[in-house]
């Protein structure tokens, strides 16, 4: 099982910037991935941003050149730098892990962290 703490999220002006954390816990293998997701109401969740155990990261067009997703394996933590904030950036903020079993992916997902921008 892994756990997944979400923290960073607020109210900010457009413009602002904020930065997510998101602390894993639990048993975790080592080829894995993580990822930002946010839900907005009537939508779905959709991905923000996702990272790899290397290092490779991809962005939805949205949010590339304003959002950094990067992770510290040492942590246990990934980050998302979020900068030029827009209101339509506002929503609730979801953090994943997927990760290789012997067998199969497992996936967890975090509490969720409310992101708000104001105009």
């Known amino acids: 099982q892994v756990q997944l703490v979400e923290s960073g999220g607020g109210l900010v002006q457009a413009g602002g910037s904020l930065r997510l954390s998101c602390a894993a816990s639990?048993?975790?293998?080592?080829?894995?991935?993580m990822g930002w997701y946010r839900q907005t109401p009537g939508k779905q969740r959709e991905l923000v941003a996702g990272?790899?155990?290397?290092?490779?990261?991809n962005y939805a067009d949205s949010v590339k050149d304003r959002f950094t997703i990067s992770r510290d394996n040492s942590k246990r933590t990934v980050y998302l730098q979020m900068n030029s904030l827009k209101p339509e950036d506002t929503g609730i903020y979801y953090c994943k892990h997927r990760q290789r079993t012997r067998y199969a992916w497992d996936e967890y997902w975090g509490q969720g962290t409310q992101v708000t921008v104001s105009s």
């Open positions: 639990g048993t975790i293998f080592s080829i894995n991935t």
């Open positions: 990272i790899t155990d290397g290092g490779a990261t």
